[in-house]
């Protein structure tokens, strides 16, 4: 079982992504891919007149703000349009990929956050109306009836909250429960960066590879959204999951690179 993320960033490939993953699927191997939308979400936010914030906490994790118009809008950029984009082109190679929201079946649910803390202007505030929370529960049942069924899930946040909001999730965190969750050999966390950089954004600097005994310090190296990204590689590992690799979504065949350790390699 392999979980890939695929990252809503510029310069993602997502027709590589899908030539890729038809030739995966078609080797017999099980995949569920998670994706994001903050490109899209960003694009759409503008041209409907309510542009996109974002916050930071505490400890230094950049987070959209997401109010009630913000979580309507990054529905409609990450369904409607990264996730029917990705289920599109699959389905012109001959996947039958099934787009599903983490409110679909309650696929992905979670708490909503009663009250977030947030840095601004170097004093911490508190955020009581954001739609934020974290994946808790996988509807696993689900997910193994449609890949059963000879289908390909392809899902995107927002997740159900236990009162049936609708929440903003991060994806790479997510995807980690979701692999987690159906005992995936591999985790793949894709976009547009080549991996984990020791001085970013100098690509020489790709960390090769992180032990255990290293995330602390590669959470500290991490800037931006790749603290995410190490904090899901390490979720992934303490579930179960043997192998996460970060890796790059702007080049050909970049599921397969990725399984072959090409980018920053958790284990």
């Known amino acids: 079982m392999i979980v890939a993320k ?30 994001g939308g903050s490109e899209a979400t960003n694009a759409l936010s503008e041209q409907l007149g309510h542009p996109a914030k974002f916050i930071m906490s505490p400890s230094g994790h950049t987070s959209r703000r997401t109010d009630r118009r913000t979580l309507e809008i990054f529905q409609m950029a990450c369904r409607g349009v990264m996730n029917q984009r990705l289920v599109e082109g699959l389905q012109k190679l001959g996947v039958n990929a099934v787009g599903l929201s983490g409110m679909d079946g309650r696929t992905w649910e979670g708490t909503r956050k009663p009250a977030i803390r947030a840095v601004e202007d170097g004093r911490t505030v508190i955020i009581r109306d954001d739609f934020t929370g974290t994946v808790e529960t996988v509807n696993v049942g689900l997910l193994r009836s449609l890949i059963a069924g000879g289908f390909v899930p392809v899902v995107s946040p927002p997740a159900i ?21 159906l005992g995936a050999e591999s985790l ?17 600097s790709l960390v090769a590879s992180v032990s255990r005994q290293g995330i602390a310090e590669a959470a500290e190296i991490a800037q931006g959204r790749m603290k995410k990204k ?26 397969s690179r990725a399984l072959a350790g090409v980018g920053t390699v958790f284990s």
Not at 162 to 178: F, G, H, K, L, Y
Not at 231 to 252: F, P, S, Y
């Open 6 to 35: 695929i990252g809503g960033s510029q310069g993602v490939d997502l027709h590589a992504v899908c030539r890729d993953a038809a030739e995966i699927v078609a080797r017999g191997e099980r995949l569920v891919i998670v994706h």
């Open 230 to 255: 190490v904090m899901g590689a390490e979720e992934a590992l303490n579930g179960g999951v043997k192998r996460v690799v970060i890796g790059d979504a702007r080049v050909e065949r970049p599921l």
């Open 161 to 181: 909250s236990v009162d049936s909001e609708p929440i903003n999730v991060d994806a790479d965190r997510a995807a980690a429960q979701t692999a987690a969750a």
């Open 188 to 204: 793949l966390l894709l976009s547009n960066v080549a991996g984990l950089l020791r001085a970013y954004p100098d690509e020489t």
